[in-house]
């Protein structure tokens, strides 16, 4: 309940964790109400977030993606084996536009269709010159459900 949440929001405060694996925790999917409060801890300095297989939907990827726009220290998040879909992509991908910190990004094992299509425009757009120049040249992002393959799919500026 609501105590469990703000001891874990304590623990994550005084004890100024780095790395969170919260992997396997909320079985009937981690709630806004949790996730709003671990986001919002004053003092946040995760630099990796493990959630995977907690059965993560749209109504948390919209706080995710908040979160990842205000550009954290974040520097991993694995989302492995939720149930985002294409829609939770777009918002991430959005969000990535403004995050310099995130390097590598999980999200094998959801309902996203493609995530090179979700996520490519906003790695690498060859639209227009500023365009280009505004994409997120540092996020890895780890597992490409359109071919079912665990590949990277990293694209750099050129030096």
Do not use: W
């Not at 995050?99 to 995530?115: A, K, M, P, Q, S």
């Not at 540092?138 to 665990?150: D, E, F, L, Q, T």
Request: aromatic residues 4%.
């Amino acid at each position: 309940g609501r105590d469990h949440i703000e001891r874990l929001c304590s623990a994550v405060r005084t004890h100024a964790l780095v790395e969170l694996d919260l992997s396997n925790c909320f079985e009937p999917g981690i709630g806004d109400a949790m996730l709003t409060s671990l986001l919002t801890s004053g003092g946040l300095k995760l630099e990796k977030l493990v959630m995977s297989s907690n059965n993560i939907t749209s109504a948390v990827s919209t706080l995710l993606a908040d979160f990842l726009a205000t550009n954290p220290r974040l520097k991993e998040l694995n989302l492995v084996d939720n149930r985002l879909n294409d829609s939770d992509a777009a918002l991430i991908a959005t969000a990535l536009r403004s995050n310099t910190t995130l390097r590598y990004l999980h999200l094998h094992g959801n309902e996203i269709t493609n995530v090179e299509q979700s996520l490519r425009l906003v790695l690498y757009d060859e639209s227009s010159l500023n365009s280009a120049a505004d994409s997120n040249h540092i996020c890895i992002v780890v597992g490409y459900i359109g071919n079912n393959s665990h590949s990277r799919g990293q694209i750099n500026r050129a030096a």
